[in-house]
Nanobody, 126 residues
Framework: QVQVVESGGGSVQAGGSLTLSCAAS????????ISWFRQVPGKEREWVGA????????YYPDSVKARFTASQDEVKKTQYLQMNSLRPEDTAMYYC???????????????????WGHGIQVTVSS
C-alpha cells in the first residue's frame, strides 16, 4: 500500500507564507500526479493544485493561482506546495493525494486519487 506523508503547515499571519511537503512511498505510474486538496469543516474538499511529476507541469484553480506554487525535488522525490500571500480564508486542513497522470488536470475530483496523506492544518490569522 502506498503511503503519502505530508509535512509543513502551521500557523501564520495574513500575508505570510508556508510550504507543504509531500512524499509518496512509491514512485510509479500510480503516483505520478501529486495533488493538494483542502477542507474546512462542513464543506466539501477543494482541489488547490497539482504537479505531474514526470514533467513538473503544474495546475491551479483560480482561487490560488499566482499565490500557490507547486514544485518538486526529483532527488528527494518530494513535492512541495509553496503558499504565499496567505489569507484567513486559506485556513483549512490540507491533504496531499497521489494518483495517476490522467488525474493531473484542473479540478480533478478527489475520488480519482487512491492514496492520501493524513492531512495537515494550515491556520491563517488576520
Amino acid at each position: 500500500q502506498v503511503q503519502v506523508v505530508e509535512s509543513g503547515g502551521g500557523s501564520v499571519q495574513a500575508g505570510g507564507s508556508l510550504t507543504l511537503s509531500c512524499a509518496a512511498s512509491e514512485n510509479s505510474y500510480k503516483t505520478n500526479c501529486i495533488s493538494w486538496f483542502r477542507q474546512v469543516p462542513g464543506k466539501e474538499r477543494e482541489w488547490v493544485g497539482a504537479i505531474y511529476t514526470g514533467r513538473g507541469t503544474t495546475y491551479y484553480p483560480d482561487s490560488v493561482k499566482a499565490r500557490f506554487t507547486a514544485s518538486q525535488d526529483e532527488v528527494k522525490k518530494t513535492q512541495y506546495l509553496q503558499m504565499n500571500s496567505l489569507r484567513p480564508e486559506d485556513t483549512a486542513m490540507y491533504y496531499c493525494a497521489a494518483g495517476e497522470w490522467a488525474s493531473c488536470r484542473p479540478h480533478a475530483r478527489e475520488n480519482e486519487f487512491h492514496f492520501w496523506g493524513h492531512g495537515i492544518q494550515v491556520t491563517v490569522s488576520s
